[in-house]
């Protein structure tokens, strides 16, 4: 890994920050950081810090709402069968979740399905289309994807009668298809306030909307609203706006009175505290996600629908069992995927990107897989697995500031299909072409990608003394939560530090130090996780440094004390 670039982001202007700072009654370096995060004024601090579910959209602010309301109102009375479709990762099962689990409050002939990952494969499948004709379906309700299913929709009408219903957060082509209605923020003749919704999101906008029509109270829609904040976290989507208010209200339902399934996936998980977004990221995300990745996301969907404790159990070990499986198909991928690009000269010393196939590699854990790589050698990445005879299917991470679709797209005469977007994309290929693929895709990566892109970079709120720090100032900064893009957890920079006593070492590879700010003489303890291979030696031959971190509670001993959590050290 090369070294980190910190990105310093801009200071305010000193009389806004000022002005802000007095009208709030709360320090400059606060202020500083509030307007950083486009709040200039109390009432939109307010709105901020206290977010209220009153302060949602109109749902019909979005194109093509009204469409879809009336036709969730005709199929509901004339007693058609209604299916719920949804992608098989997080946002898909939790949005399936959501919209089947409410409707079913009040109406009872639906179904729900999710494609299988293997055998059908991204969006929506004719096998899903063809059982939902075997089940009498007159109306498909399609979740988290839908947007380019232009040919599959027309086939569903034409061959079998069936409308859909698209609720789908993704870029669409020029064309939409020629749904009953097409719900998308992003449509470009889409004048909806909100464009970062989560596929889920867009659901729960569907139901509100529905809600608002009917006269159903919007308090039966909000008991589902942990399952919003586990979409909203795993998608990994800007949490401003209204998926701010998703997740703050989402995660007070899932720290106090969480749905059944979600209840039992934190005990089988041995997580019993309060959860964070990063901690849903972590421990629920990866868990719901192992279903579809190992075996089929049904599961996971019949665990968050469940309403028996015990069942529900039952099913959390099922996919507490998927998740071990995947972990071990991760590690061991990973290995292999890193000694590849080791022992490639090519790759280790010439190319600005990574693509990589084994036809053994299991097609769930691809992404994770690239995600890994980027972690040792930070630059775009696709990893490809054999999907099917003589074709290859490839997961692609980018690196931040890379648009990872547009690359893509240059290299698309090679591609059998890809979608996605400036992160992470998904694609298949022939296999005779991976070669050309791989030359063809490092020629776009190194046209376009700057070095400062091929850097891994650590942004920084501000520069403070260690002084500046104390109870009430993280109060304050934990207060700004839920912290997650675009409304990241600060980090802070020090300069000027040295050591009061020597490092410790912990399990031969974290570091403890005690942080002294001759300037003023704090001194605070920090934390580094896997730093003692590079940092002791550093540290020891090095009087003065700067550190990088955030601020964090560590209680031991029924004593709270803050600390600081390590993410660089310069000397």
């Not at 058609?80 to 919209?99: E, R």
């Not at 909000?222 to 976290?233: N, Q």
């Not at 775009?380 to 999907?387: D, E, G, L, R, Y």
């Amino acid at each position: 890994m090369s070294e980190k670039r910190w990105a310093y982001k801009t200071l305010p202007e000193k009389e806004i920050a000022e002005s802000l700072s007095k009208e709030l009654s709360i320090e400059r370096t606060l202020a500083n950081m509030l307007v950083q995060r486009g709040i200039h004024s109390f009432e939109e601090a307010k709105q901020f810090f206290r977010p209220q579910l009153e302060h949602l959209h109109d749902p019909f602010l979005m194109a093509d709402m009204s469409n879809a309301v009336s036709r969730i109102e005709e199929a509901i009375s004339q007693n058609q069968k209604i299916m719920i479709y949804g992608d098989y990762d997080v946002d898909g099962t939790t949005a399936v979740a959501l919209v089947y689990g409410f409707l079913c409050t009040f109406y009872k002939n639906l179904e729900y399905y999710n494609p299988d990952r293997y055998t059908e494969g991204y969006g929506v499948s004719i096998q899903g289309i063809e059982w939902a004709a075997e089940q009498g379906v007159s109306l498909i309700i399609c979740l988290d994807c839908g947007i380019k299913a232009q040919d599959k929709v027309k086939i569903a009408k034409e061959q079998y009668q069936i409308d859909f219903i698209i609720c789908d957060h993704h870029e669409p082509d020029e064309y939409l298809p020629e749904a009953s209605a097409v719900l998308d923020p992003k449509r470009k003749d889409c004048g909806y306030p909100y464009k970062e919704l989560t596929g889920n999101g867009v659901g729960f906008k569907l139901l509100q909307a529905y809600c608002i029509k009917n006269q159903v109270p919007l308090e039966n829609l909000y008991d589902f609203i942990d399952l919003c904040v586990v979409s909203i976290a795993s998608d990994i989507v800007p949490i401003t706006g209204e998926n701010r208010i998703l997740a703050y209200y989402g995660l007070k339902k899932l720290n106090e009175n969480p749905r059944i399934g979600l209840k039992a996936l934190k005990e089988v998980a041995g997580y019993n505290s309060n959860m964070s977004i990063e901690n849903v990221v972590f421990i629920l995300g990866p868990r719901i996600n192992a279903a579809g990745r190992i075996k089929h996301a049904k599961d996971s969907v019949r665990l968050l629908l469940s309403d028996n404790y015990e069942e529900a159990l039952e099913f959390a070990h099922e996919i507490q069992k998927h998740n071990l499986e995947r972990r071990g198909h991760d590690t061991r991928m990973t290995e292999e995927a890193l000694s590849m690009i080791a022992n490639d000269d090519w790759l280790v010393n010439k190319a600005k990107s990574t693509v990589l196939y084994r036809e053994d590699w299991h097609k769930g854990v691809i992404g994770i897989v690239a995600s890994r790589c980027i972690e040792k050698y930070y630059r775009p990445t696709i990893i490809f697995t054999k999907a099917k005879e003589q074709v290859a299917a490839g997961s692609a991470r980018s690196v931040s500031g890379f648009d990872l679709y547009a690359a893509i797209e240059e290299c698309s005469h090679l591609l059998e299909q890809f979608g996605g977007h400036k992160h992470a994309a998904g694609m298949t290929l022939s296999i005779d072409n991976l070669l050309p693929f791989q030359k063809e895709f490092d020629r776009i990566v190194s046209k376009y990608i700057t070095d400062e892109q091929l850097t891994p970079v650590i942004s920084i709120d501000l520069k403070i003394r260690l002084a500046d720090i104390s109870p009430k100032f993280y109060r304050i900064i934990n207060q700004m939560a839920p912290f997650g893009p675009d409304n990241m957890q600060p980090v802070f920079a020090t300069e000027n530090l040295s050591l009061k006593y020597t490092p410790r070492v912990m399990k031969e590879k974290h570091l403890r130090l005690e942080l002294f700010e001759e300037e003023t003489g704090a001194i605070f303890t920090a934390v580094g996780f896997g730093m003692a291979e590079e940092h002791f030696p550093k540290l020891i031959e090095n009087k003065y440094f700067k550190v990088a971190y955030q601020i964090d509670e560590n209680t031991f001993n029924n004593k709270t004390t803050l600390q600081l959590m390590l993410k660089d050290i310069k000397y």
